[in-house]
């Protein structure tokens, strides 16, 4: 047994007991197949498990020690550096190692599915083969495919004999879901011969075969190969003209794995780099001279809307491209617009990969590979992009770095900025966080030194910003208005729409929803189940609950007092488009929100129709605040700028500065000049008057003063533990021992606050309290404090009881307890 080696797998089971590297002995068939980040089949108990190799121990005790069963793949999904970096993820975040492994790779990799090979494409022109590679070869060209175990089977035939084909091409290794295939085919048909013999057997053909003849003319021309749909409606043939070719050895047809490129079918025009403005200039020095020298840097880049950002991370992903290195880019989802996508296509062509949520598993199983194989160079996509499996990162670019989407809030609930500082740091990587509105937090680093600062604070070409009006809307009921709509605003629109031009009218959807109110009793309909307001969807007059999907009729009668006095309140966007199309009859609106984007496509089908001037207005949701440039939009009117002011969370002001900010940059970005009506009860708060000024300094140096008076981050950390039980009295005891646990065991400067009933005191009939641990370590280094709330969690012993713990939530009212 001497010689053999040892390798520790990570076992696909999300469990306290099985979370560490468990020994196995790598036998010598399977000796060239395990790497670090190798998917690997083990027996575990009386199970086989997946399992993923994180490394070699040196002691070895080859005692007791059970053999991998299996290697998964030809080409380990995972690097070195990302399972490293899983790890670490494991103890800052506080999942599983294997969660923390899972996230990393494509769905497709973590259901079941078969191994499928099948001849590869072209492989009969290879001339000659002999033993178990001629088995092989005979078995399949027999049945067409075989699955990988079939092919083991035959006399002779070994993994390393498959990947040995697979890597010549004579193979093809297919994984498929259940019967979809994960791959998809073409058929492409090219001459079998030259151009002459074409010419001559075109000849020979009878006076009626016109079809074949024209077919024949084509090839003559043109010697490349062609997919066979595309040939066809070209000459207006059928398939049958080219079996026919096929038949007679003229025309050569074959099956070829494709990837399926979402954007197939666009054109992406070629861009060129242009010629940066002394300021961008500067910025980008700031960028390519930590870049060149291979030094890992993050840089703030901290740019008003328009101020050329994403042209400064093209050119920098030009200069990393040219050192042999790789790119990602990351976009909040929402701002993964195809307008956006044409930018990166459109310069780097066939070297980006997409990945977007709108992908089918498929689809971004194909994205990924082709990331991992290195035919691709630059990665963009939303959150998860972040783990790009690129060998050689240079350039990491974060695009509205202080968008809450980078936060996973599920499992493994990591934020994307801290795994992109982890990622280019380990591959000495530049940063580049760009925003017109930083995080307090990002700010803050960048102004105390920690990260590098650049800031663009003028628009391209010097358009200048829009005039902001905010109108108070107190003033407007105390003068009778009771409209959802300012004079104002009202006048604005008419003269906007009077002017030929377009509108976004911009509503925030948290807590602003329509709900149904008892005017004698005052209660609102609730969930049953859980503790919020249902929302009134008017569409089919029904009542819904945001949380857990609950659906009634609307009630005629209260279900509190019986009163048959009921009404609607509260501004949904449906709400607002009844009243605009009252107050504004003939207005054409366009309205986006969760209802009337549900389809797929649906989101984009709209942005175009309102681009081509389908539309006089656009009504939405956050999904209208950001990444959207149309020339025609001159009036942005935001309809009730407070109403994430008042949400129970230190961010409200922040949030509130931000979106206003990110919307008011909606209007005039061309050449026509624009206007902003913001409205408000609060026009004095700081963080509405500040947005409104376009005071972006003093906002942040207000909120830091704030934060760090009241205790918040930047100024220290924080976790937060989310309790939750079918019983309320069983939660509360269950809270107070926790707490108790706690309170002696608290790291450097901790704090504990809590436990309280959390925001949302029930959902889906769990009750839910949560306590709040704030402390002082500041690094990304996971600190000893983790293993008391492992120990924890470990040591709770009722199956009911939940408890989640998110480290730096964005926000204190969600947060699961899973
Ligand atoms: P941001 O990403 O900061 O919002 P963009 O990069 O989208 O800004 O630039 C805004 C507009 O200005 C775009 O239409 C872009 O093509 C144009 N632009 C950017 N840089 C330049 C430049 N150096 N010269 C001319 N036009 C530019
Ligand atoms: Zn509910
Ligand atoms: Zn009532």
């Given at each position: 047994m001497s010689g053999e080696r040892v390798a520790s797998v990570v076992v696909d089971v999300a469990a306290e007991a099985t979370d560490k590297p468990f020994d196995y002995l790598v036998p010598p068939e399977l000796e060239e197949e395990v790497a670090i980040g190798s998917r690997v089949k083990v027996p575990f108990g009386p199970r086989k498990l997946v399992g993923y190799v994180v490394g070699f121990p040196a002691?070895?005790?080859?005692?007791h020690l059970k053999p991998i069963l299996d290697v998964m793949d030809l080409t380990p999904p995972l690097t070195p550096e990302l399972v490293k970096l899983a790890r670490w993820m494991a103890r800052v975040y506080l999942c599983p190692w294997i969660t923390a492994l899972q996230a990393m790779v494509p769905a497709v990799l973590k259901g079941k599915y078969r191994r499928v090979l099948r001849l590869g494409p072209g492989?009969?022109?290879e001339g000659f083969i002999a033993g178990a590679e001629e088995t092989l070869v005979r078995a399949l060209q027999k049945k067409g495919e075989l699955s990988l175990k079939e092919a083991l089977e035959l006399e002779g035939v070994s993994r390393s004999l498959v990947r040995r084909m697979a890597e010549k091409g004579h193979l093809v290794v297919e994984e498929r879901v259940g019967d979809r295939t994960t791959r998809k085919r073409q058929t492409w048909i090219s001459p079998a011969q030259p151009a002459a013999v074409l010419r001559e057997a075109a000849g020979k053909l009878p006076k009626n075969a016109l079809r074949q003849r024209e077919m024949l003319h084509f090839f003559i021309e043109h010697r490349e190969d062609i997919l066979q749909p595309a040939l066809l409606s070209r000459l207006g043939a059928t398939k049958s003209t080219v079996d026919r070719l096929v038949d007679k050895g003229l025309l050569h047809r074959e099956e070829r794995e494709t990837y399926r490129d979402p954007f197939a079918g666009r054109s992406f025009e070629k861009t060129e780099p242009l010629s940066l403005t002394p300021a961008q200039e500067s910025v980008f020095q700031k960028i390519v001279a930590p870049l060149r020298e291979g030094r890992h840097r993050t840089v703030l880049l901290h740019g008003v809307t328009g101020s050329g950002k994403t042209e400064i991370y093209l050119q920098a992903i030009t200069e990393t491209l040219n050192q042999g290195r790789q790119a990602i880019v990351l976009v909040p989802e929402i701002s993964l617009t195809p307008q956006m996508v044409k930018r990166f296509k459109g310069r780097f062509g066939g070297r980006v990969a997409v990945l977007h949520s709108g992908l089918s598993h498929g689809e971004r199983y194909d994205e990924w590979r082709k990331i991992r194989t290195g035919e691709v160079q630059v990665a963009i996509g939303a959150?998860?992009?972040?783990?790009?499996?690129?060998?050689?990162?240079?350039l990491l670019v974060i695009d509205e770095e202080h968008e809450n989407s980078y936060k996973q809030e599920e499992q493994p609930r990591y934020h994307a900025r801290e795994v992109a500082r982890r990622r280019c740091a380990e591959h000495g990587a530049v940063l580049v966080m760009g925003t017109a509105t930083p995080s307090v937090e990002s700010y803050y680093r960048a102004r105390v030194g920690g990260y590098d600062w650049a800031q663009l604070t003028e628009r391209v070409h010097n358009r200048p910003f829009p005039p902001v009006e905010v109108v108070d809307l107190r003033e407007e009921l105390r003068s009778g208005n009771r409209s959802i709509f300012s004079r104002s605003l009202k006048e604005q629109l008419q003269a906007c729409v009077d002017r030929g031009d377009q509108a976004v009218l911009f509503l925030n959807r948290r807590g602003f929803s329509t709900f149904v109110l008892c005017?004698?009793?005052?209660?609102s309909v609730e969930c049953p189940h859980c503790d919020i307001s249902l929302t009134y969807h008017r569409t089919n007059q029904t009542l819904r609950c945001h949380y857990c999907g609950y659906t009634r009729q609307v009630p005629r009668e209260c279900p509190s007092c019986g009163s048959s006095h009921i009404r609607y309140f509260g501004t949904g966007t449906q709400r607002v488009e009844e009243e605009l199309a009252r107050t504004m009859p003939g207005l054409r609106v366009i309205r986006m929100d969760v209802d009337t984007t549900r389809r797929k496509g649906a989101h984009e089908r709209l942005l175009t129709a309102f681009g081509k001037g389908k539309a006089d207005v656009l009504l939405g949701t956050q999904m209208i605040a950001k990444g959207l440039d149309f020339p025609g939009v001159t009036l942005v009117g935001v309809i009730a700028a407070d109403t994430m002011l008042h949400l129970p969370d230190f961010r409200a002001a922040e949030r509130t500065f931000q979106l206003l900010t990110q919307v008011s940059g909606r209007a005039g970005r061309h050449d026509k000049p624009g206007r902003v009506v913001i409205q408000t009860y609060s026009p004095e708060h700081y963080s509405i008057r500040m947005a409104a000024e376009q005071k972006a300094e003093s906002f942040y140096r207000e909120e830091c003063r704030l934060r760090k008076r009241l205790r918040y981050p930047p100024f220290c950390r924080l976790f937060t533990l989310l309790f939750s039980h079918p019983d309320r009295v069983k939660l509360m005891q269950a809270g107070s021992r926790a707490a108790r646990f706690l309170a002696p065991r608290l790291p450097e400067g901790g704090e504990l606050l809590g436990p309280v009933s959390a925001p949302i005191p029930r959902i889906k009939d769990r009750y839910r309290i949560q306590i709040i641990i704030k402390y002082n370590n500041l690094t990304d280094e996971p600190t000893g404090f983790v293993e008391t709330l492992r120990g924890l969690k470990a040591g709770l012993k009722d199956p009911e009881l939940r408890l989640g713990i998110d480290r730096d939530g964005v926000s204190l009212s969600a947060g699961g307890d899973g």
């Open positions: 002691e070895r005790d080859l005692r492989f009969v022109s959150r998860s992009a972040v783990f790009a499996p690129f060998p050689d990162l240079g005017r004698e009793c005052g209660e």
